[in-house]
């Protein structure tokens, strides 16, 4: 088994919604993100495959969010999908897979919220 991590970051607000249904006071954080994907051999030059088509992908997904608010941005609008860290590394999880080739497979993502807070996502 062989495995690769890119690690990107980007900045961007949110509110979680409580339990009771309510909303935190609206803040912004600057988010770590850390993808990792594996084969179980290597492709035809030798990789589990190419650094900058996996950068690729997790900038488009950035693109997305930085700069924005989480509860502005689908799937977090309205009631459908918590902005919480733990949600956003299964969203960019979900939207990356999409995107890599035969044989590679996501193993984690990985995103921080906080200094020394992260929330590790594996499908």
Known sequence: MYEITIAKAFAAAH???LPDG????VHGHNWPIEVSVASAGLDAIETVMDFHI???SLDALIAKVHNRHLNEVEPFIGTKVNPTAE???WWIANQISL??????????VRVG???GCFATYRP
């Open 15 to 17: 509110a979680i919604r």
């Open 22 to 25: 309510s909303l935190e006071p």
């Open 54 to 56: 996996l950068e690729k």
């Open 87 to 89: 949600r956003v590394a």
């Open 99 to 108: 995107t890599l080739p035969e044989g590679v497979r996501l193993t984690q």
């Open 113 to 115: 919220e906080a200094p």
